[in-house]
């Protein structure tokens, strides 16, 4: 996802747990996430679980593209998921993606 802001505002934005409910519309009160610690890579590989599950490691990535930013987000197939929640899941992600470039790019 193309983003027309500098990547360390993109990295930024996005680590900043009071900005996740603006832009990531899975999480709730009964979902944690938890980040890498801060770096200068700008990778925001973070961990998320509900309630008592196991965790679910989502890699991310912001890099520089000319004078705006690249986000990458991966999302793994969980063992047994079928092509169709793995579908949505993806559409999920994209959805919040989109959400985060519109906000980014109206500051």
Same mark, same amino acid.
């Given at each position: 996802?193309?983003?027309?802001?500098?990547?360390?505002?993109?990295?930024?934005?996005?680590?900043?747990?009071?900005?996740?409910?603006?832009?990531? %519309?899975?999480?709730?009160?009964?979902?944690?996430?938890?980040?890498?610690?801060?770096?200068?890579?700008?990778?925001?590989?973070?961990?998320?679980?509900?309630?008592?599950?196991?965790?679910?490691?989502?890699?991310?990535?912001?890099?520089?593209?000319?004078?705006? %930013?690249?986000?990458?987000?991966?999302?793994?197939?969980?063992?047994?998921? %079928?092509?169709?929640?793995?579908?949505?899941?993806?559409?999920?992600?994209?959805?919040?993606?989109?959400?985060?470039?519109?906000?980014?790019?109206?500051?």
């Amino acid at each position: 996802m193309t983003i027309e802001r500098p990547p360390q505002e993109v990295y930024d934005f996005v680590c900043d747990p009071k900005n996740l409910k603006a832009w990531a %519309s899975g999480l709730d009160a009964a979902v944690k996430v938890r980040f890498v610690p801060r770096n200068a890579f700008g990778v925001l590989d973070h961990f998320v679980s509900v309630g008592s599950s196991e965790e679910v490691y989502v890699p991310m990535r912001v890099f520089a593209n000319g004078e705006g %930013s690249e986000v990458l987000l991966t999302v793994f197939r969980r063992p047994g998921q %079928s092509d169709e929640k793995f579908g949505e899941d993806t559409q999920w992600v994209r959805r919040d993606l989109e959400a985060l470039k519109e906000i980014l790019e109206k500051r």
